[in-house]
């Protein structure tokens, strides 16, 4: 008897093909964005960790030097020769061009067996080559598929590896790096016995592995940002579903009254149709996945370039294939199909056999309706504002995100209509009163397509605004701190004073850079010494500061904090900031460092010295007419041999951290286009349902001498006024958005906050993208209104009889 | 991954591992390095520093101690050095491998340590003048002043996880060439090495067990021993004895086990004064007497040993039979008991049991 009735229900879908198309589309199209959105965030998780346990990072201290400068052998050597097991690294970038590849140089000898160092265990791996030279670089496959520079050693191609990396003997590494000190040692959990602690043989750093910076932790709001776009496109993805399994409901009222009369019991029924859902949301989901896949597979290099360049944490660029992802996305297609059929079958159950089959405009809400949403809208918008205004998390932050979208969704419908109904009494003819009329008689069947368009709007209008916000104060906030012509590091202490020498007559000013990794208010974070100078008097942003606080400075009165130190440990100008384990400095200032995820803190260079008389200035910042710069910058790499990347022209940075910036949005406008592509499909959806049973509306204005040319370009007309209307609705939304993803998330987030800044250009721009979206979706239903046959308009006024 | 550039080294300390079969790269003729030449001629005291054209080496101290009860204990304390290339680069570039092991043994414990290093750095090395050879902690240097011999006084010391010893070493005798004249044939196709030994040593010096620090006396044994290529195709394990009787009188003696011949055995009779006789293979003959369960194998921990052109006939116990030499490939040596025609002590060293 089932197999009868799904036979029967299943009939409708081969009489309405298209409906089918749109419901199994917009299931695809929820489950795609979804789905490609957590492809993303799985395979960068799983990067992560492997990074992370890479040589037992995960669980090994490491010792290093407290600028970050490699460790000299000897220091090594006299560990080891004092008993301690700590088992040095080479690690370091090989550039070429585009080619670029991070060496990790071990020492299998004395790496301690928790660095769990993948690639040697297996067989097929001669070790007397791993030793002697040439070497050989052991990496994953998609990393030796990678350019690479050129005259690298033998490749192993090796499973287990991070993205970009490549382990090799420590030898092979000080060979192609030229660099002979280790970057840092590892220390073995298990010291032998009898041996005094590690840290009164050596004043080297011990970093633990939660010391760290952490991709994970630090691309967490990143992932977070992706989420909750996925989880976006897939409401609105299911407003489409939800229109589609209305439609369907709606015309099929009568095929269920037959069925029911001819003694098809309900549950039977209900069986029924949730058997033709499970199979729906099955097919859709499937093709939801592949095009999900497609959707990652195509973002993945752009997500891979961002998170490398604002956090150098390193992911694969393509897209590897997880069962538990496509089995989850599987599963959320089909919990989404079950929420938008809720409703239909909830009706269907509650459908009285003998009923009339009579077609109404499913989901008419009544005044009554509408009136409860928009309250529960009120209650939500402030719910939004609290939270925006006195919650400090990040999770409250998306909450008020979210609140604020489902808001401004369940306020549309009555202020439209509101709205419509403000214009219609200023209508100048009749038919442009009917035209507003007809409008807001149709709301109630557009109003989910509506919201769709509204929440992918606002999201756009809030998103661009925060990428254009960022990028302004970005920009100008670059100008501002690298202020000096040249960057300069100088590869010993020794090459530092001759430095000095060299250039006491070549430059306006020779600026020295300190710094020491410490802990800034007991979080990991390091701290600066600068040079009392007009550079950084003139340029440097303070965003809150004491009156005189360079001169206070300058006095070695107290310290400058960036804003993230001050945001996270809730520091003020004039508090006492910890630095280290004993010393405590007065605020005097705080600046605002946006990109660095650290704790910072700057004292004068004489207060530094003091501090730490073993730390000899190595890198300097350097003052000089800016067409002479690159003639210095040649001079100096000619006299002291140094590296190309050693000697660093302002503007080239600027051009770097621009385009690590311009990556970094790239992904977040591709992912914009998709929900608006997205809310369009809806819109479409939703006038297509309306379409045919608006033939009675329809056929008196024709009957009055409208042409149907005419009346079709009403129909666009009118589409692109409710997308016009719901995109002036959409605006304070975006902008109420943008205003806590900059105010709210961000602070949480990074720990800095931007001011905002509109862009009129770009919100015109998506206005005339809306238009289009809603004048696409109504061309459709308006070529079959033009071509429809006058036949059919009459049979109007026959049924009516 | 230690495991495995483990048997890698030991592949290459041929003397020790070949013998357990490791792809038979201890026993493939090595390309490009020197190989001992008889009649050998020693240069001292260079020839107590390394040989990098030689592919393998070691410096290997055994000592039989006393503690203040009269309980036995035994160390050991040895340096492996490995070449993957005939030469002598510096820095991170260098071929030359280098593996510690230490031992200390009681009547019922035995704790062994290894150390692994690399060349070139500083990390682990030998030089002869003045003596030193060291792997990171663990050393073994010469306090010899005047023109005495380098090796004749040596300070020595290893720490584990659960052991450590500082011993003073003074010899009382001459080195010791075995063989023709330090030429030491190791197999009837030939294959030979360069050794000599140090074999008359007394000390003096404190070992710690369990944070416990116990002084001791008693001798102590030094062999030196290079070549490229030591063992042939179808030899896979030795069993060698150092041993010092109560007369003064001292022998070494090595039994290598041939799958598909009479074992190869030396031995090198010593006489209190130094005078040193060497016996061509048969002369000795080491017979196992008892078997013990180590480690998951059977192996001989109480042995005959004959040497009836000196009218030795003893019995060598095993003081702990459980002396496993617990590192990455690992071995059994440990200290020994002698009774029978001669009395004292000795270590045995056993390889190459599965």
């Not at chain 1, 009163?433 to 992918?456: F, I, K």
């Not at chain 1, 501002?480 to 070549?506: C, I, S």
């Amino acid at each position: 008897m089932i197999g009868t009735a799904l036979l029967t229900l299943g009939s409708h879908w081969r009489r309405h093909p298209g409906q089918l198309a749109m419901l199994v589309l917009g299931l695809a199209l929820a489950t795609a964005l979804w789905s490609g959105v957590q492809a993303i965030n799985t395979q960068a998780r799983a990067a992560y960790a492997q990074a992370a346990a890479t040589l037992g990072q995960d669980r090994l201290d490491r010792l290093q030097r407290h600028d970050g400068r490699p460790v000299p052998l000897a220091d090594y050597i006299a560990l080891r020769r004092a008993g301690y097991a700590v088992s040095p690294v080479i690690s370091g970038e090989l550039r070429a061009d585009a080619a670029r590849i991070r060496l990790l140089g071990i020492d299998p000898l004395t790496a301690p067996p928790e660095a769990n160092i993948p690639g040697l265990q297996d067989d097929g791996l001669d070790l007397t080559e791993f030793f002697a030279a040439p070497g050989v670089l052991i990496m994953s496959a998609e990393t030796a598929g990678a350019p690479l520079p050129p005259n690298m050693p033998p490749i192993r191609i090796r499973d287990g590896l991070p993205p970009g990396a490549a382990l090799t003997d420590i030898g092979t590494a000080a060979r192609l790096l030229g660099q002979t000190d280790p970057s840092y040692l590892l220390v073995a959990p298990n010291q032998p016995a009898y041996l005094p602690p590690l840290a009164t043989a050596t004043n080297l750093l011990r970093l633990a592995p939660e010391h760290r910076a952490d991709p994970a932790q630090l691309t967490d709001s990143f992932h977070l940002n992706l989420t909750a776009f996925g989880l976006l496109a897939f409401a609105v993805g299911l407003f489409i579903v939800h229109a589609a399994i209305g439609l369907a409901f709606e015309q099929r009222r009568a095929t269920i009254r037959t069925l029911r009369a001819l003694g098809l019991p309900l549950r039977s029924l209900l069986i029924a149709f949730g058997l033709e859902l499970a199979a729906l949301g099955l097919v859709s989901g499937v093709a939801g996945l592949i095009l999900g896949y497609a959707i990652a597979a195509a973002l993945m290099p752009g997500v891979a370039g961002t998170l490398r360049g604002l956090y150098g944490a390193d992911l694969p660029g393509t897209l590897s294939f997880d069962p538990a992802w496509a089995g989850a996305a599987l599963a959320m297609t089909l919990a989404g199909t079950t929420i938008a059929a809720a409703q239909a079958i909830g009706r269907t159950a509650r459908l009285p056999i003998l009923a009339t089959a009579r077609p109404e405009a499913w989901g008419q809400a009544s005044a009554r309706l509408m009136r409860q949403q928009a309250v529960l809208a009120l209650l939500l918008l402030a719910t939004a504002s609290g939270l925006g205004l006195w919650g400090d998390t990040l999770i409250a932050g998306f909450a008020a995100v979210a609140c604020l979208f489902l808001g401004a969704a369940l306020l549309l419908p009555a202020t439209l209509a509101g709205l419509l109904r403000w214009l219609q009494g200023r209508a100048q003819n009749p038919l442009a009163e009917w035209l507003l009329a007809d409008t807001r008689q149709q709301l109630p069947g557009l109003s989910l397509a509506l919201m769709a368009l509204l929440l992918a709007l606002s999201a756009n209008i809030g998103v661009s605004t925060m990428v254009g916000s960022f990028r302004a104060t970005f920009v100008g906030w670059l100008d501002q701190r690298l202020v000096a012509e040249l960057y300069v590091t100088v590869p010993t202490p020794d090459d530092g004073t001759r430095l000095h020498e060299f250039l006491h007559d070549r430059t306006d000013a020779i600026l020295p850079v300190v710094w020491v990794d410490t802990t800034l208010a007991g979080r990991p974070g390091a701290l600066y010494g600068q040079a009392d100078h007009e550079t950084f008097r003139a340029h440097w942003p303070l965003i809150a500061a004491q009156a005189d606080a360079w001169n206070r400075l300058a006095a070695g009165e107290g310290v400058l904090i960036n804003e993230q130190l001050a945001r996270f440990a809730d520091l003020s100008v004039g508090a006492l900031v910890p630095i280290g384990p004993v010393l405590r400095l007065p605020i005097l200032g705080i600046y605002s460092d946006y990109g660095n995820p650290q704790a910072q803190a700057i004292v004068t260079l004489d207060r530094f010295s003091a501090l730490h008389p073993d730390i000899i200035p190595t890198r300097f910042a350097l003052r000089i007419a800016p067409d002479k710069a690159a003639d210095l910058a040649s001079q100096l790499r000619d006299e002291f041999g140094l590296p190309a990347d050693a000697v660093i022209n302002q503007s080239q940075i600027k051009r770097f951290s621009l385009g690590v910036f311009e990556q970094t949005f790239r992904i977040t406008g591709a992912l914009n286009l998709l929900t608006l592509g997205v809310a369009g499909f809806a819109l479409l959806t939703g006038l297509l349902t309306l379409a045919d049973m608006r033939l009675a509306q329809l056929a008196p204005v024709w009957a009055l001498g409208q042409t149907r040319a005419r009346l079709a370009a009403m129909e666009l007309g009118r589409s692109v006024i409710l997308g016009a209307l719901t995109f002036a609705l959409a605006l304070p939304v975006g902008l109420a958005l943008a205003w806590m993803l900059l105010a709210v998330i961000n602070v949480q987030a990074f720990g800095w906050r931007l001011p905002l800044h509109v862009f009129p250009a770009d919100v015109l721009r998506l206005l005339g993208l809306a238009l289009l979206a809603a004048a696409v979706a109504a061309a459709a239903p308006a070529w079959r209104l033009a071509r429809i046959s006058p036949n059919r308009l009459l049979k109007v006024f026959a049924h009516e009889t | 991954m230690k495991h495995r550039v483990l048997a890698f080294l030991f592949c290459l300390i041929a003397g020790q591992a070949a013998a357990q079969g490791f792809a038979g790269l201890g026993t493939t003729a090595a390309t490009g390095f020197a190989t001992p030449q008889s009649p050998a001629r020693f240069a001292f005291p260079t020839d107590h520093g390394p040989h990098p054209d030689f592919r393998i080496e070691w410096w290997y101290l055994t000592a039989s101690l006393t503690g203040p009860d009269g309980t036995a204990y035994g160390a050991q304390w040895t340096l492996f050095r490995s070449a993957l290339s005939p030469d002598d680069a510096q820095g991170w570039q260098a071929t030359q491998l280098w593996m510690g092991h230490a031992g200390l043994t009681t009547p019922t414990t035995h704790a062994s340590a290894e150390r692994l290093a690399r060349g070139g750095i500083g990390q682990a090395g030998v030089t002869a003048q003045p003596f030193a050879a060291w792997i990171d902690d663990w050393s073994m240097t010469s306090r010899v002043t005047g023109n005495a011999d380098m090796l004749d006084r040596l300070q020595v010391t290893a720490r584990g996880d659960s052991f450590a010893y500082d011993l003073s070493l003074t010899a009382t005798g001459p080195l010791i060439f075995h063989g023709q004249s330090g030429y030491s044939v190791k197999s009837a196709q030939g294959q030979a090495s360069y050794y000599y030994s140090q074999p008359f040593y007394r000390l003096t010096g404190t070992i710690t067990l369990n944070g416990a620090d116990i002084p001791v006396t008693g001798t102590a044994w030094l062999d030196r021993e290079w070549s490229s290529q030591p063992l042939s195709d179808t030899q896979d394990g030795w069993d060698w004895v150092s041993l010092q009787f109560d007369d003064g009188s001292r022998l070494m003696g090595f039994s290598l086990r041939d799958r598909a011949a009479a074992p190869f055995t030396a031995a090198t009779w010593i006489t209190p004064d130094g005078q040193s006789q060497s016996f061509r293979d048969g002369a000795l003959r080491m017979t196992p007497l008892t078997h013990s369960r180590v480690a998951g194998r059977e192996i001989p921990t109480r042995w005959r040993i004959e040497l009836p052109d000196r009218g030795l006939d003893i019995t060598a116990s095993a003081i702990n039979p459980q002396s496993w030499m617990d590192v990455s490939i690992p071995y059994w040596e440990g200290p020994l008991q002698l009774t029978g025609t001669h009395h004292g002590r000795g270590y045995l060293e056993m390889t190459g049991y599965r």
